[in-house]
């Protein structure tokens, strides 16, 4: 099982990413998937999950009404839109999979990706 996660980089506060990634060798549209972030000197923590087919989604109180998660089954296929970014937001962002949105956590996610960069400068 492969997650590549891409789309990170430098931007200013106030300004939008769009993260994608992109998985193989899992049954796509069978499994729960979400984002994950970890700030230098942080826990990781949960940012939001997405099920199935899209149709039910959470998200953290701190990227609520910014973020938005989204999937593409056909083209296997997560992505994570990031709107008003904040310095706050600056980590490593990690995509995950798990059989059920309720396993989207830390301790029972299945299938890691590797992260991808955001850098949020004020």
């Known amino acids: 099982v492969q997650l590549q996660a891409s789309g990170g980089g430098q931007v200013q506060a106030g300004g939008s990413l769009r993260l994608s990634c992109a998985a193989s060798?899992?049954?796509?549209?069978?499994?729960?998937m979400g984002w994950f972030r970890q700030a230098p000197g942080k826990e990781r923590e949960f940012v939001a999950h997405i099920s199935w087919s899209g149709t039910s989604v959470r998200y953290a109180e701190s990227v609520k009404g910014r973020f938005t998660i989204s999937r593409d089954n056909a083209k296997n296929t997560l992505y994570l839109q990031m709107d008003s970014l904040n310095y706050e937001d600056t980590a490593i962002y990690y995509c995950?999979?798990?059989?059920?949105?309720?396993?989207?956590?830390?301790?029972?996610?299945?299938?890691w990706g590797q992260g991808t960069l955001v850098t949020v400068s004020s």
């Open positions: 060798g899992l049954p796509f549209s069978s499994y729960a």
């Open positions: 995950a999979a798990a059989p059920h949105p309720d396993s989207i956590t830390v301790i029972r996610t299945k299938y």
